[in-house]
C-alpha cells in the first residue's frame, strides 16, 4: 500500500527531483512532500560501511547518490551537520528537506557566491562536519572539482569519501547526475572510506593531483 502510494505521489508530482515547478508550490505542498520523503526513507534498510567520528571533518559524496547519503548521515549527534546547497531553485527544495532531516545549511556553490560560500564552509569546518557534492550542482557527473578538497586542506581537518549501493531504485535517466531514489524497504549499503588529511605544506600543483586521486578512489569504491 505504501508503495502504490509512493508512485503514485511521485506520478502526481512529477517527482521532487526535477524541482522544476519549486515556486508554484504551496508551503503546504512542501510540507507534504518532505512528510512523505520522512515516510520512504524510514522504511530503508541502511547499512554503514565504516564510520565518520563526530569530530570537524568533511564528507565528499556524489550528487546523484545524495539523498540516502543526507539520510543516513541525518542521525549523527554530537556535533553540527552542515550541509553546502546552491542557491537555485532545485537547492531550495533540498534546503527545505534537510532542515526537515537535521542539517544546517550553507547556501551557495561553485557558481553563485563562490568564494563567500568557499569561507563559509573553511570556518564552520573547523567545529563541524561539512557535507558536500564535489560534483554539484551542475555537474559534470562524478567529477571530483575543487571545492571538498580545498575545505578540507584550508580548515585543515580530514575528508571522508562516500559512497550508496542501494538494492532497488529509480534512476533518473534524464538528470545530469543520472539521480537516484531508492523505492520503500530498500537495502542500502553506505560506504565510507578512510579519512584522509591534506598536509598544510601541499603546493596547488599536489593538491590538484590528490583531487584526481580523490575522484579515482571514490569511482573505485563500489
Request: hydrophobic fraction near 45%.
Amino acid at each position: 500500500m505504501l508503495l502504490d502510494a509512493f508512485r503514485f505521489y511521485v506520478k502526481l508530482q512529477g517527482i521532487f527531483l526535477y524541482f522544476g515547478h519549486f515556486n508554484k508550490m504551496k508551503r503546504a505542498k512542501l510540507i507534504f512532500l518532505n512528510f512523505c520523503l520522512g515516510l520512504l526513507s524510514a522504511t530503508w534498510r541502511i547499512k554503514m560501511h565504516g564510520s565518520v567520528l563526530a569530530t570537524p571533518s568533511v564528507v565528499a559524496f556524489w550528487h546523484g547518490e545524495m539523498l540516502p547519503i543526507w539520510k543516513a548521515f541525518s542521525s549523527i549527534s554530537g556535533i553540527a551537520k552542515q550541509g553546502v546547497v546552491s542557491l537555485s531553485k532545485d537547492g531550495e527544495m533540498l534546503a527545505n528537506l534537510l532542515k526537515y532531516w537535521g542539517f544546517e545549511l550553507i547556501r551557495g556553490s561553485s557558481s553563485r557566491n563562490s568564494k563567500e560560500t568557499l569561507q563559509d564552509a573553511v570556518d564552520k569546518a573547523k567545529t563541524s562536519i561539512i557535507f558536500i557534492t564535489p560534483d554539484g550542482p551542475r555537474g559534470p557527473e562524478k567529477k571530483f572539482k575543487n571545492g571538498a578538497a580545498v575545505i578540507a586542506f584550508r580548515a585543515s581537518v580530514p575528508i571522508y569519501l562516500v559512497r550508496a549501493n542501494v538494492s532497488h531504485k529509480k534512476i533518473f535517466l534524464k538528470s545530469w547526475d543520472k539521480f537516484i531514489l531508492p523505492y520503500p524497504f530498500s537495502k542500502i549499503d553506505i560506504h565510507i572510506s578512510e579519512k584522509y588529511f591534506l598536509p598544510e605544506h601541499l603546493s596547488r600543483e599536489e593538491i590538484s593531483q590528490q583531487i584526481s586521486e580523490f575522484e579515482n578512489l571514490i569511482n573505485s569504491m563500489v
